[in-house]
């Protein structure tokens, strides 16, 4: 008796949940606009000033919104330009790290600074990510933290490659 009980209840209030979703009532448009003649609702027209007000706001948006985009796009080439410099050093460093032997301490320092400049462009965000300048600016920043750990990863290649032709050197003068 009881579960006929509740699902009763619980059918009843379906349909009226129903009733009240799908049933389109006129309260709203009576409040807000006055009735006419005909039967239905009349929109109040908007006074000269007040619409030469709203249409100087709406200039004042879009020119706000275009000048705030045309930032946005210049510094999102400035990422991209940066990007591009990355990706042309890794695949620089690459190459000369091809055949090199370092000391065991570096090696380290030298995989998980290559592998953080990867991670930034593996899957880069699109500038539809950023929501304004500073995000993009905040991006830039990243890929310059990534260009100094390259450029002390470069030094280190650079002395190493120096000490390797420093031992080879004499060799090559003796055999001469």
């Given at each position: 008796m009881k579960k006929k009980i509740s699902i009763g209840l619980l059918l009843l209030i379906v349909l009226v949940a129903m009733y009240f979703l799908f049933?389109?009532?006129?309260?709203?448009?009576?409040?807000?606009?006055p009735p006419t003649a005909e039967g239905g609702f009349s929109v109040?027209?908007?006074?000269?000033?007040?619409?030469?007000?709203?249409?100087?706001?709406?200039?004042?948006?879009q020119s706000a919104t275009n000048t705030r985009?045309?930032?946005?796009?210049?510094?999102?080439?400035?990422?991209?330009?940066?990007?591009?410099r990355l990706k042309g050093r890794l695949a620089k460093l690459k190459a000369s790290l091809w055949n090199l032997d370092l000391p065991g301490e570096h090696v380290?320092?030298?995989?998980?600074?290559l592998a953080q400049a990867v991670m930034l462009l593996k899957n880069p965000p699109l500038r539809g990510a950023f929501r304004d300048e500073a995000a993009i600016n905040k991006e830039i920043r990243k890929l310059d933290a990534a260009h100094q750990k390259l450029d002390n990863i470069e030094e280190l290649?650079?002395?190493?490659?120096?000490?390797?032709?420093?031992?080879?050197?004499?060799?090559i003068e003796l055999t001469n």
């Open positions: 049933v389109p009532t006129k309260i709203a448009n009576q409040l807000d606009y109040p027209e908007l006074s000269p000033e007040k619409t030469a007000l709203a249409g100087q706001k709406i200039e004042m948006q985009l045309q930032d946005m796009q210049h510094t999102y080439s400035q990422l991209q330009d940066s990007r591009k380290a320092g030298i995989n998980n600074g290649i650079s002395k190493t490659k120096g000490l390797q032709s420093a031992k080879k050197d004499p060799i």
